[in-house]
């Protein structure tokens, strides 16, 4: 599993970061973890093909995490007519909007190539590369948002998404303290390090990699990323990611 980080920013842009999006190579086929990207430009800079897509799972609904929704169906509908793939969204209603844009702005979407789903609690997805199950947490009640976990072959990546305020309603996901992972991918937008390490010192996992981290003033958090990964004692690499890293496991 190779996966790239295309967007790392949080709520908003940056000059280099995009919002969040994270691609997945498995078996030469392409999977996401969001689409706050543009997804689809960013798939062809990289030099990938439509055709190689699976899958796109959002974690929740709000735009940094999903306004790449909208050009990848328009393009894959019009243009890369031999696509085929589902995307999961966790409110319904919004592959609806999305697919009435399209057919304003271009043509009915084929929605037999392009599948919008509705992501729910458990295992949404799985093909003969990957599963891929959807943990509940608590960032935009009374909105569903989740935790992603992605097994393929013998790797385990869990992406845990946008978390509540302060992770005052204890939503961090159990998966990864109760389960080995070779990769956890958190968010640091809505906390600081004092509110996520007790979480952090419970993992077990080969990695931890910050991404959609804010910099609100008088903070540095990327600092206390390095402080964290210099002199916290951890026994897994811990780094802050931006757009354009890989990590391969
Ligand atoms: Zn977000
Ligand atoms: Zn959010």
Excluded at 37 to 62: Q, S, W, Y
Excluded at 197 to 220: C, I, S, W
Aim: glycine share 6%; with cysteine.
């Amino acid at each position: 599993m190779k996966i790239t980080f295309l967007g790392s920013s949080h709520g908003i842009p940056s000059a280099e970061r995009f919002c969040s999006c994270a691609m997945l190579e498995i078996n030469e086929k392409l999977y996401f973890i969001d689409a706050g990207a543009p997804l689809i430009d960013l798939l062809l800079r990289n030099g990938k093909h439509p055709e190689d897509i699976k899958a796109v799972f959002c974690t929740h609904h709000h735009g940094d995490h999903t306004d790449g929704l909208l050009n990848l169906t328009d393009l894959c509908n019009w243009a890369f007519k031999n696509t085929s793939f589902d995307m999961f969204v966790t409110k319904g209603e919004q592959g609806e909007v999305i697919k009435a844009c399209v057919a304003v702005s271009s043509m009915p979407v084929d929605t037999e190539r392009l599948r919008f789903r509705t992501a729910a609690p458990g295992a949404v997805y799985e093909d003969e590369n990957v599963r891929v199950t959807y943990f509940p947490t608590k960032h935009c009640e009374p909105y569903p948002s989740y935790a992603i976990l992605v097994e393929a072959g013998d790797k385990r990546a869990l992406f845990t998404g946008d978390l509540s305020q302060r992770l005052a309603k204890g939503d961090f996901p159990v998966y990864p303290m109760e389960n080995e992972t070779d990769i956890v991918v958190c968010e640091m937008a809505h906390f600081c390090r004092e509110h996520v390490e007790p979480y952090v010192k419970a993992l077990k996992t080969q990695n931890l990699v910050f991404n959609h981290v804010n910099t609100p003033r008088g903070m540095d958090k990327f600092a206390d990323i390095g402080d964290m990964a210099i002199n916290g004692g951890y026994p897994f690499s811990i780094i802050a990611v931006n757009d354009g890293d890989t990590v391969e496991l």
